[in-house]
């Protein structure tokens, strides 16, 4: 098994550009989450999916946004990036119904100049 | 709200010293205990948990009890290696909305120096 993948796993974006980040897991997760790691600041969350088909701000989503696309998969869109949005983003996954427990990607390190 | 601090690093220790890294958490309700490991370049793996009081979490060698009277979760293991170096994560679990989100401390480095 995968687990939890990501794409792409660098990227450099001018200021204003806008991409999408790709997370897809196989493990049959019911819940998916977005976080950003900035040096001294831990993880941060995005944005949650509890389920397929729903989906919630966390922490810092200001600048975001997300598709719970099916089960499988939860994109990250930034539609016009920023320099305060270089940081390294990870997805992860969760069981639900009690596990809390998440899985996590490799990340993708993102720069915005 | 839910939080978890945990000891400021970085640490350095020697090859076979004893670790030891603090974490406490707030004591809202009964939550289930995280540790998760980072090594330079990748993302974050479940290292040991605890999901009640008095439980103790172990997994390659390291351990942590559950101590609710201290609302703490403190790492540890015995004797460290050069492979042991890397950020180490405590976290807790919130429960809301349907999702089991996790709360994080802010890391702590360890460096292991043969």
């Known amino acids: 098994n995968a687990g939890v993948t990501q794409t792409p796993k660098f990227q450099v974006l001018k200021t204003g550009q806008s991409m999408t980040l790709q997370c897809a897991q196989d493990m049959n997760h019911n819940s998916m989450y977005w976080y950003r790691q900035d040096p001294g600041m831990g993880l941060r969350l995005i944005y949650y999916s509890a389920s397929e088909g729903t989906t919630d701000k966390g922490e810092v989503p200001n600048g975001y946004n997300v598709s719970r696309l099916n089960k499988r998969e939860f994109s990250l869109r930034l539609e016009s990036a920023a320099p305060s949005q270089t940081s390294v983003y990870f997805c992860?996954?969760?069981?639900?119904?009690?596990?809390?427990?998440?899985?996590f990607g490799p990340g993708t390190r993102l720069t915005v100049t | 709200g839910d939080s978890v601090t945990q000891m400021e690093g970085p640490v350095t220790l020697s090859e076979e010293a004893f670790l030891t890294i603090n974490c406490t958490y707030t004591a809202t309700g009964y939550p289930s205990l995280f540790w998760y490991v980072q090594y330079p370049g990748e993302g974050l793996q479940l290292l040991l948990k605890?999901?009640?009081?008095?439980d103790k979490g172990s997994n390659k060698g390291f351990e942590a009890t559950y101590r609710k009277e201290t609302t703490s979760f403190h790492l540890e293991k015995g004797s460290v290696q050069v492979s042991d170096s890397a950020v180490y994560f405590c976290?807790?679990?919130?429960?809301?909305?349907?999702?089991?989100?996790?709360?994080f401390g802010k890391g702590t480095k360890l460096s292991v120096i043969p």
């Open positions: 605890a999901t009640k009081a008095d």
């Open positions: 976290a807790r679990g919130n429960s809301g909305a349907g999702s089991y989100q996790l709360t």
């Open positions: 992860a996954s969760s069981g639900g119904g009690g596990k809390y427990e998440q899985y």
